[in-house]
């Protein structure tokens, strides 16, 4: 049996920042990127050596402005990374210059550790070890002071001593010495798990900042199934075989709660790629629906050195898409009730391929439902709040143009359903906010119209024909019209909801 560590995925809320840490501080480097397969919405990044080897590679789900999770009993801990010895005054050194945070030395099991946070306050431990050097990439670290390979990872388990029988058994571990409350776990390969005593310890709680998983090695795939039939013989906890393209696994969480993947050596990331030009293209997995509508929903980042988006402190929460060309001209999205920043990006792609996308996120919610303004009941719309958040809008289309150095003839606002309601109330309230909007199944959200002037302002409004909340859609067409606003009307076959046809319809009004 093939033993060690093949991967350990962890979690992210800030893609950004991740890829400066683990690229530009580490020295890693970025060896893949696709869509998750668990979820085709969420990126997944996959760092390591020049080669994409077993051994070296961590990976982490981006989910992007995601909540906090919390380590504990059940999860993974820390994450060890091996260093050549008399490294580590090097990386202190690094970390103070580079603005790392570090929780300090010690020493464990007869090695030096320095414990470093990553912007997610992930610990990364490096450990100064004896083991074999992998071929890292080249840049500002020097050659005999860089991340040599995975050293290991702690899991918390409060059947300390199941968890142990379990991963020497079933995944060619062996146990080795103990160090207080932490069992310490050898593979062949010198990799280690260090299995901790956490009886009393609060439940650990995923979410950003926290590990998923750590993969173990197998050889190839017909190992890994037979380790799942093994398991399945033995009664284990449930098993699951998936084909990940780049390698087969098996997910199974051992007695402590821990979840541990078996993954094979092989195929390898350079099953679609060179190994030269790794990392450089976003794949995503064979089965997801529409991948290249996927691909616009993912957030973007740069490599150090490259330009990027700096992202601001503004009203709303925001994400950029930039297309490959972009031509000048600014989408600002506007989601449905229950909807994110993401939700347009494919239908606003589809209609303007070459535009900057900019997607907001409402801030108000209602029973877990993320919404724009609050409503006091059905077609009963809490005025004053509507009002605020009108400001809001407008004080954030000021903001950004600012801050982005947006061109204000060159920005069209785009809504959907309470997304179009505000973006409709704050036109007519602000009516210097923006030139040009598109307003998909609007309604008329405010009860009494303010005398206003929109001359110079052209309006898109596009209605479902069958939809129930069409006359209110019409109103507000109206309402525009009257104010000055030049106001094309569509009405689509179908309901509320977004169609085929909504496409072409706003890519005939944009051009």
């Known amino acids: 049996m093939t033993s060690g560590i093949h991967h350990v995925t962890l979690i992210t809320g800030d893609v950004q920042a991740n890829v400066d840490f683990y690229v530009g501080f580490l020295g890693l480097r970025l060896v893949k990127r696709t869509g998750g397969y668990e979820d085709a919405r969420q990126l997944h990044l996959f760092y390591g050596d020049h080669d994409a080897s077993p051994g070296s590679l961590l990976t982490f ?68 070890a004896d083991l074999p050097a992998l071929d890292m990439p080249d840049g500002d670290v020097p050659a005999g002071h860089r991340v040599r390979r995975i050293r290991g990872v702690t899991l918390l388990t409060e059947v300390q001593e199941e968890s142990v029988d379990f991963l020497t058994r079933s995944f060619g571990f062996r146990a080795e010495r103990r160090e207080g409350p932490i069992q310490r776990l050898v593979s062949d390969t010198g990799d280690v798990l260090d299995v901790r005593d956490a009886a009393g310890f609060w ?49 199974v969480r051992e007695p402590g709660g821990v979840l541990i993947e078996m993954a094979s050596d092989g195929p390898g990331f350079t099953l679609d790629e060179p190994l030269e030009t790794l990392g450089t293209t976003l794949f995503m997995p064979p089965e997801t629906p529409d991948p290249e509508a996927m691909k616009v929903m993912l957030p973007q980042f740069a490599l150090p050195g490259e330009e990027r988006v700096v992202y601001r402190d503004l009203i709303y929460k925001h994400r950029f898409f930039t297309p490959a060309a972009p031509d000048g001209t600014t989408l600002v999205l506007l989601h449905g009730t229950g909807g994110d920043e993401t939700d347009l990006m494919p239908l606003a792609h589809e209609a303007a391929p070459d535009a ?42 000021e903001e950004a143009r600012g801050a982005y150095g947006l061109d204000p003839e060159r920005m069209i606002a785009l809504g959907y359903s309470n997304g179009a309601n505000l973006l409709g109330a704050a036109m007519i309230l602000h009516p210097g906010m923006v030139r040009r909007a598109v307003l998909l199944r609007p309604v008329m959200v405010l ?19 069958t939809d129930a909340f069409r006359p209110q859609g019409e109103r507000l067409a109206e309402v525009l019209g009257r104010a000055g606003a030049a106001v094309t009307l569509r009405v689509l ?13 706003l890519a005939d009004w944009l051009g």
């Open 203 to 251: 439940p650990g709680a995923p979410g950003t900042g926290t590990a998923d998983h750590v993969a173990l090695r197998a050889a190839d795939a017909a190992e890994v199934e037979a380790v799942a039939a093994d398991l399945r013989r033995r009664n284990s906890s449930l098993t699951n075989v998936h084909d990940r393209n780049y390698f087969t696994s098996l997910y």
């Open 356 to 397: 900057t996308l900019l997607g907001l996120r409402g801030r108000s919610t209602e029973d877990g439902t993320r919404r724009w303004f609050r409503a006091l009941g059905p077609m009963i719309f809490d005025q004053k709040d509507v009002r605020f958040e009108s400001g809001a809008l407008e004080a954030f289309f």
């Open 61 to 128: 789900l981006v989910w992007q402005g995601g909540s906090s999770g919390g380590v504990g009993a059940g999860q993974i801990s820390e994450v060890a990374l091996a260093v050549a010895p008399g490294s580590i005054g090097f990386w202190i050194e690094r970390a103070l210059r580079l603005g790392v945070r570090s929780d300090g030395t010690g020493q464990e099991f007869g090695e030096t550790v320095l414990r470093l946070r990553d912007p997610d306050g992930i610990v990364i431990k490096l450990v100064s």
């Open 493 to 505: 076959a179908g309901g509320h909801a977004l169609g085929a046809a909504d496409g072409p319809t």
């Open 447 to 465: 009860d009494e119209v303010p005398a206003t002037d929109l001359s110079g302002i052209t309006v898109l409004i596009v209605l479902g024909e």
